[in-house]
């Protein structure tokens, strides 16, 4: 799997659950969010489009930061 990072902007863990609900909806995705960050980090099979578009679906302001290195 692809591990993508991308910004949310999220507020509160209220925010990071709206996050991690629409992207379990999605399936097949692991989720790791960095709340203080606003970052969401995304292992999935997935493309780009479909992860940014679902963050979309929160309402809040989301953008792709790049590929993230497995390490």
Do not use: W
């Not at 591990?3 to 909806?25: I, P, Q, W, Y």
């Not at 995705?29 to 292992?43: E, S």
């Not at 997935?46 to 290195?69: F, I, P, Q, R």
């Amino acid at each position: 799997f692809q591990k993508h990072e991308f910004f949310v902007d999220m507020t509160c863990e209220g925010c990071s659950n709206a996050v991690t609900r629409v992207l379990h909806k999605l399936g097949g995705v692991n989720v790791d969010i960095d709340l203080p960050n606003k970052k969401v980090c995304i292992d999935s099979e997935h493309n780009v489009d479909t992860l940014l578009e679902t963050l979309k679906k929160t309402g809040k302001n989301a953008s792709y930061l790049g590929e993230k290195s497995a390490q």
